[in-house]
Every structure is written in C-alpha cells, then in structure tokens.
C-alpha cells in the first residue's frame, strides 16, 4: 500500500508541474501580431522628400518607399489639429471635435479638443495588448481628457502647441500663448539645448529599446514637428544646401515636376500648374534677395534632412533589437507646404538674429511653399490639391511587395481601420462607457497586398474652405474666391481647368452631397463663427 501512496504522489508532482494548453496564461506566448509606427511630418509637401521628386537627401524614408508602396492619390484633412484628429481617430475632423484648432467655439464640432466619443488607435491597441508610445507634437486638445497619457499612451514625450522653437524654451506668438511640453503625463522643461528634432528621435528610440524583451507588440506615433516653422536647424545641416536654391524657385519646381514624371508618382499626362500669381519670377529678383531666399530654402532643406536621419537611427534600433522585420511603417504628412508669412505677422513674436538659429523666426513662406507643393496649387489649409495631397508610403515586410506605387484613392480616416485590423479588434460601440461614432474610413490591408481600392466620396471643409471628391470628380471652394470649382481629377489632377460651366448638374449634384456631410459633421457656415 505505501508504495503505491508513493506512486501515486509521484505522479500528482509531476502533474502539478506540468501546464496543459489550456491553462497556459497568455502573457508567456509571444504576440505574433505586428509593430506599427505612424511617422508623421509637419507642414511638409507633396514634393518634399527624394522619392515624391525632390533634391533633398532623404535615403531613408526614400528606402521605406523603394522597399514598401507609395500612394499618389492619398489626402489628408488640410491642417494640423483636423488632420491629427483624423488620423487617431478614423473620423472626419468635425466628428472628434476638431472644425477648427485649438479654440472651443462653443459648439460640438469646434470644441478644439478630442471629443469624448470618439477613441483613438492608442486606446484600443493599448487595450488589445499592445505596448504605446507616442513622441512629438500632439495637438489634439489641451484638455486634460484628450491629453496623449489620457488617450491610450503608455510612453509620451509631447509638445501641445502648434509649433516651437527648436533650439529655445518659449512663445511664438505675442498674445500670451506659452509652449508646453509633457512626458508621461507630467509638464517638463525641456533642454533648450537639445535640437527639438533630435529630442523627439531619442525617446522614440529609448522607448523602443525598452521594448526588445516583452512579449507583445508596440504601437508607436512618430509626430516630428519638422519641416513646420520657424525655420530653424543645425547649423551643419544648413551648410550642406547654402547656394543649392540660388537657382531659383522656378527651376526646382520645374526639376522636381519631371523627376515626378521620371518615378511615375505622376502620370506624363499631369501638367505642372501655373506659379502662384503673388510669387514673381526668379529673375525679377534682386541678387541680394536671392541669396535670402537660398538661405531660408536651405534651412527648411536641412530640417527635412535632419527628420530623415532620425528615421534612419530608428530603423537602426529595429533592426539592433530585431524588430524590424514584423512592423509596418508609415510614413506622410499632415497638410501641404506651407504659405504662411511669420515675418509679415502681427500675432508673431519677430526675432531676426542669425538666421536658422532659436534667434530667428521666419518661415519659407508662398515663394518657396509653392515647390513643396509640386505639382500642385494653393497651400496648407486650403482644399486644393496642394493644401490636402500627402506623400503616403508603408512599409511592411513580407506583406507588402517592394516598390509599388499603388494610385488608389486613400485619406488619413483609412489609418485607424487599417491598424486595429492588423490588431484583430473589432471596433466598440462603446468605450469607457461612451457611444462612440462609428469610424468613416476603411482599411487599406487590400491596397497593401497590391489591390485598387477607391474611398467612394471623400469630403474636406476647414475654415470655410471646402471640398468633396467623388471617383475622379472634385468640387473645391476658396473662401477668398467665393466660387465653386470644378475639376476632373483623371485628366487634370494639377487642377488647372475649371469646368464648373460645363458640367453644372454635376456641381449642384455635389455641392447637395456636401451640404449633405455638412450637416452630418456639424459643420457651421464660417462667416458666422468667427
């Protein structure tokens, strides 16, 4: 009897040490599912990098592109606070509580911060298991709900404002708005010192060293400030491009139109479209305000080649800490090149030190804006093709075939449905006990493993601009103008043609369809809002 007591106590040992399938806790498997980071840039152009056309180094984005997909018919939602909405959210900007900026205008729509029924990528991937980092500039509410620790992320090194000096702690504006930055939740000083780019890199980095052993996977949001003014960069940097712009904005736009064509972003058929019409020719200029203009092309080149480094060093740390092979990356921007004329603005603290350093606030302004924006009119918060057209690329090893360029129609709502599919999460109805508005976009998985996938109706209004696509028709309105537009995009994407008199049943067919969205989103007629 004894010796089988002791059998039997043998084997209930042994058994207790063994772990059956089903009672093996999950956080001992590792997360098959994919890494994902967003980059996104600031304020940077349609033709801004090497591989959408232009002359400014940028090999490692470009190696995203070359090795992954580019998108030539991908949009954004034409400024910074609606476009940032959007992309973390998958709504339209008016939906998440963003018809405007930062300013609470008194109404759903325009409360300028994250509303409370919308969530963002971080808080249902934060939810699903994964690990969240977010680094650079926020702009999505200072409200302490729609703060980026409050929005789903573990890890955040954030700036609230618009923009910042890259070199100096401080206001750009006169009328009392301060700068703010915060990591993980707390108000920091940051090192005044420490190039801003430069800053927002390393603790990406650092964060995502700090990920090499666990388990699950990590969601990062990569939000350089670069390429937005002031203009400020290394001075290293600005050395490498003095004297490249001395041959004139008309020449590099018209370099960086055929290069387009060369790499079939653009069909040959798409026309490069008239110079701005308050922007002179370059050889009406005056000699020493050429070397002016070279010098300001070339700080805003050296911000777009320090962005493009630190991307390189973040590819580096993924593949040192062997994470690069399941991550998709993706890369755009969040409005078109710029027009502003901070030097010609009131609200705008002026310091003309030495140009490029935290003693200089300019900006590159229309002349050189109307490059970045190649092939393509008009500028950030407009909704022409220049104020609403990104670079997109994604990369994705052994998902997406190297070198594609896919000429689908896509927008910034597309990215949250994209991530939480790859995630294996189904959208909630509810979160934190909140209905939530359904999201408007749809996933670009298909657009990745080679499909065409069209967005049926896509749909813009920012600040009384406003503009909705539908296939190849889109119908656009400038404020300024008072006119509705009339383009067709498959022979005119350059949007030279206005064909309004043509086709004024197509026009009234889809400014209805707009009137329509306009009253869904709560959009509100901005002449009477201000």
């Not at 934060?126 to 977010?134: D, E």
């Not at 670069?226 to 290293?236: K, R």
């Not at 092979?325 to 890369?331: Q, Y």
């Not at 689908?408 to 189904?426: D, M, Q, R, Y």
Request: overall charge positive.
């Amino acid at each position: 009897m004894n010796k089988i007591l002791g059998i039997l106590s043998l084997l209930l040992l042994v058994c207790s040490a063994v772990k059956f399938p089903e009672q093996i806790n999950s956080s001992t498997k590792t997360d098959t599912r994919p890494n994902i980071i967003i980059i996104l840039a600031d304020d940077l152009g349609f033709s801004d990098i090497g591989c959408y056309g232009s002359e400014i180094p940028t090999p490692n984005i470009d190696k995203l592109a070359f090795d992954g997909l580019r998108m030539t018919n991908f949009y954004n939602a034409g400024r910074c606070c609606p476009s940032r909405a959007s992309l973390l959210t998958g709504l339209y900007p008016h939906q998440a509580g963003f018809g405007d900026m930062l300013q609470n205008k008194g109404t759903y729509a325009y409360q300028g911060y994250l509303s409370d029924s919308c969530v963002t990528i971080a808080q249902l991937l934060k939810q699903a298991g994964y690990h969240t980092i977010t680094s650079g500039k926020w702009h999505v509410g200072t409200a302490q709900s729609a703060l980026a620790h409050n929005r789903g992320f573990g890890k955040s090194f954030c700036m609230l404002n618009n923009g910042s000096s890259y070199f100096k702690n401080g206001p750009l504006y006169n009328d009392g708005r301060t700068v703010t930055f915060m990591q993980n939740g707390q108000v920091i000083n940051r090192d005044s010192n420490y190039y801003l780019t430069q800053n927002i890199t390393d603790f990406a980095i650092e964060a995502i060293e700090a990920q090499k052993n666990n388990k699950n996977p990590f969601f990062l949001y990569l939000t350089y400030t670069a390429p937005h003014w002031p203009i400020q960069a290394l001075e290293e940097d600005i050395r490498l491009f003095r004297g490249k712009y001395l041959a004139g904005w008309d020449t590099i736009r018209e370099q960086r139109f055929k290069k387009q064509i060369k790499e079939k972003i653009l069909d040959k058929t798409v026309k490069l479209s008239s110079r701005y019409y308050k922007i002179p020719q370059w050889t009406n200029v005056t000699e020493s305000d050429r070397n002016l203009w070279d010098q300001r092309m070339a700080i805003y080149a050296a911000m777009i080649y320090r962005m493009d480094k630190g991307i390189g060093e973040i590819l580096q740390k993924l593949q040192q800490t062997g994470q690069n092979k399941n991550t998709l990356i993706i890369f755009l921007s969040d409005n078109g090149g710029s027009g502003d004329e901070v030097q010609k603005d009131n609200l705008v603290i002026q310091k003309n030190g030495t140009p490029g350093t935290g003693d200089y606030i300019d900006s590159y302004q229309k002349n050189w804006g109307n490059v970045s924006n190649t092939p393509f009119s008009l500028f950030k918060k407009n909704m022409h093709e220049g104020g609403i057209s990104t670079p997109f690329i994604a990369y994705y090893p052994g998902v997406i075939k190297p070198g594609q360029i896919n000429h689908s129609t896509g927008h910034i709502i597309n990215i949250l449905p994209t991530c939480i599919e790859l995630a294996k999460i189904k959208y909630p109805q509810t979160f934190n006990g909140k209905s939530l508005k359904q999201p408007e976009g749809k996933s670009m998985i298909n657009i990745f493993k080679g499909a065409t996938s069209e967005n049926d109706t896509l749909y813009w209004e920012h600040e009384g601009n406003k503009a909705i696509r539908v296939a190849d028709w889109k119908l656009v309105y400038e404020l300024e103008q008072n006119e509705w537009e009339l383009y067709d995009l498959n022979s005119d994407r350059s949007e030279i043609n206005n064909i309004s008199y043509k086709y004024p049943d197509k026009v009234k067919q889809l400014k209805a369809a707009h009137d329509k969205w306009c009253t869904k989103v709560g959009v509100i007629d901005w002449t009477t809002i201000k």
